[in-house]
Antibody, heavy 122, light 110 residues
Framework: EVQLVESGGGLVQPGGSLRLSCAAS????????MNWVRQAPGKGLEWVSY????????YYADSVKGRFTISRDNAKNSLYLQMNSLRDEDTAVYYC???????????????WGQGTLVTVSS | QSVLTQPPSASGTPGQRVTISCSGS????????VNWYQQLPGTAPKLLIH???QRPSGVPDRFSGSKSGTSASLAISGLQSEDEADYYC???????????FGTGTKVTVL
């Protein structure tokens, strides 16, 4: 069974740092690009970051660029999100999601993990 | 800030057909395919439709997607109580070099 399990969320003060992890199982992790998506309480979905299968390409949403870093360890079947200079508006449930890409270049996400809650507050 | 616009809500009685629209621009829907995600209350999002109109295995054929120009739509025919959820459209945006989601539509079964 394909499974993604996030961890590392918690309460952090504004300006602080946190590192999220996503453990993958049930598929060949090293063959797939991965993403982080977040959802603020009561709000919609916001894509955060993308990393290619061999880490050669990364993309970030403008809202996190320069503060967040996506990385992966294919030997450990794990995806990470290092979050620095956290702000109140970063409070959200963070999901990791496997990326699919068609020959046309289009992307979609499937499956998603259950999410981990990050709360930025003093 | 979402760049794809959806109506905030939609509703119908059991058995009815409900349609959700998604409006974008030339850099996202206009040049890439559209995906739809369903988020049941208190759960993670789930892929519902990819590549404009392709249903993953296990998704009922009551759900269908279409795209025209810079807009897309999701139709739910034969609405059921378990379809009460939030629905999001999404697409890659070539200008932003990122994935964009719609504002989300809450579907209520009356």
């Amino acid at each position: 069974e394909v499974q993604l399990v996030e961890s590392g969320g918690g309460l952090v003060q504004p300006g602080g740092s946190l590192r999220l992890s996503c453990a993958a199982s049930g598929f060949t992790f090293s063959s797939y690009s991965m993403n982080w998506v977040r959802q603020a309480p009561g709000k919609g979905l916001e894509w955060v970051s993308y990393i290619s299968s061999r880490s050669s390409t990364t993309y970030y949403a403008d809202s996190v660029k320069g503060r967040f870093t996506i990385s992966r360890d294919n030997a450990k079947n794990s995806l990470y999100l290092q979050m620095n200079s956290l702000r109140d508006e970063d409070t959200a449930v963070y999901y990791c999601a496997r990326d699919w890409v068609a020959v046309t270049g289009t992307h979609w996400f499937d499956p998603w993990g259950q999410g981990t809650l990050v709360t930025v507050s003093s | 800030q979402s760049v794809l616009t959806q109506p905030p809500s939609a509703s119908g009685t059991p058995g009815q057909r409900v349609t959700i629209s998604c409006s974008g621009s030339s850099s996202n829907i206009g040049s890439n395919t559209v995906n739809w995600y369903q988020q049941l209350p208190g759960t993670a999002p789930k892929l519902l439709i990819h590549s404009n109109n392709q249903r993953p295995s296990g998704v009922p054929d009551r759900f269908s997607g279409s795209k025209s120009g810079t807009s897309a739509s999701l139709a739910i025919s034969g609405l059921q109580s378990e379809d009460e959820a939030d629905y999001y459209c999404a697409a890659w945006d070539d200008s932003l070099n990122g994935y964009v989601f719609g504002t989300g539509t809450k579907v209520t079964v009356l």
